[in-house]
Structure formats: C-alpha cells, structure tokens
C-alpha cells in the first residue's frame, strides 16, 4: 500500500513513520509514504494557502489551488488516482470497520485541513471520501491522519509479524477487548486470575469472551445495541 499525506506540517509525520509498527512497515516494503506540502504548491510570492470566508466570519479557509495542484503533483507523480480522504470533523465516523476497508486499497491520499476548514469545492472536485476521528475539533487534521494511517497500517499483511494478530483487538469482534496480564503473577497484592495459569486454552477462551461480553457491556453498550450474538 502507499499512503500519501498531503498538510502544512509534513515534519510532523517524521517520527511516526520512522517508530514502531508503522517504521517497520515502512522498513520492509509494507507501506510507502510520501508527505507533500500544500506550501510548496501556493500561487503568489506569500506562499499562501488560505484566505478569509467569503460571507464573513472568523478564520481562514484553505484555498482551492494549492489543494488541487499538490493532489495532481501526487498522481501524476505515480501516472494514477489515490482513494482521497479529507480529515474533517464534519466526517462520516471513522472506526475499525472503516480502517478495515480502507486497508483493502492500494493507495490512499490523506488531505489534512487547517484553520476554518476547506474550500467546499475541495471536498466535490477532488471526489473525496471525508472522515472524522471523533466529534471533537483538532486544530488541524494531522492528528486525524495519524490515527487514521496507524490503525490502517497494523491491518496490512505482515505489519504486526508473526507473532502478533490483530484479529483479537478490541472492535474486531465488535466487542472491547479483554483484560491482558503478564509477569509476575501476583503485583502489590493484585493476582493474576487463575483461569490464565491454567493451561487450559477452552477454558482460557471461554473466559476471555466472557470478560470481553462483560467490559462492552458496562462501558460501551452502544456497541451491544446493534447485535443479538451477545444476548
Ligand atoms: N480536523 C479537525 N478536527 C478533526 C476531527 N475530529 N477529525 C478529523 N479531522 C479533523
């Protein structure tokens, strides 16, 4: 897969994409990220990239031109078409089941807004599928594309290695996921329950459904609401 970011802030992305799960996949050919700054794309000798709303109002809006140039710098770069996503608070939810379709592309292009937000006719003229991170309002969408990027890249084929699945995470089941010890088996008079020592992996399976039923229930029932294979 390759993620392009298009944002004001490419040295932001610097650590992230060099760090753990997501550096790694960069490392083994997994995921190919590129960053382009709208900057580099602005019409005048300011370099700007956003301008007052017409109708009046508080703030900036980013502009059409710097926008559409650098997302035709990035496909002509590659002769395609990325899957565009604009990070906006306005955005369908983005939750594991979107991260999961979204891990299904070859190619995806996050477009992080600043200021007031984007020039409507970004969002229709680039075609572009607008998500959410939570229904709060980020000064910027980089933090949205960040998380968007790393739950997309733990989903790709052999980004977690060997060891590790993501099919236990919390949401892959629609459920929380539960809870997790590790050495030693007792810590400031707290034990490990004694299921998890038993060997018994059926047992140890029944419980972990169990606890996993149990914690979606008492912090997020939402999640129940929709489905009756938890009744
Ligand atoms: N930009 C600002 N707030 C955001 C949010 N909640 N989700 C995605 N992008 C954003």
Redesign the pocket.
Same mark, same amino acid.
């Given at each position: 897969m390759r993620i392009d970011v298009l944002t004001l802030f490419p040295e932001v992305f610097g650590p992230l994409v060099r760090s753990s799960i997501i550096g790694r996949a960069v490392e083994s050919g997994t995921v190919e990220i590129g960053l382009t700054n709208y900057r580099d794309f602005a019409h005048d000798r300011h370099r700007s990239v956003d301008d007052s709303p017409f109708g009046g109002g508080p703030g900036m809006v980013m502009m059409c031109g710097p926008v559409f140039d650098a997302v035709e710098h990035v496909c002509a770069a590659r002769q395609g078409s990325p899957t565009r996503i604009l990070?906006?608070?306005q955005?369908e939810r983005f939750t594991q089941t979107v991260a999961r379709d979204l891990a299904s592309l070859d190619w995806l292009a996050l477009l992080c807004?600043h200021y007031e937000g984007f020039d409507e006719r970004i969002r229709i003229g680039l075609n572009a599928r607008e998500?959410? %991170?939570?229904d709060? %309002?980020?000064s910027?969408?980089e933090p949205?594309a960040m998380v968007v990027m790393d739950a997309v890249v733990r989903l790709l084929p052999g980004a977690l290695g060997h060891e590790h699945s993501a099919a236990d995470d919390s949401f892959s089941e629609g459920l929380l996921e539960y809870p997790q010890y590790t050495r030693p088996r007792e810590y400031r008079g707290m034990a490990v329950p004694d299921v998890l020592l038993s060997g018994d992996h059926a047992r140890i399976a029944a419980w972990r459904r169990e606890q996993a039923i149990r914690r979606t229930r008492a912090r997020r029932p939402d999640l129940l609401a929709d489905s009756a294979d938890f009744e």
């Open positions: 990070l906006t608070p955005g807004g998500l959410s %991170v939570g709060y %309002v980020l910027g969408g949205a």
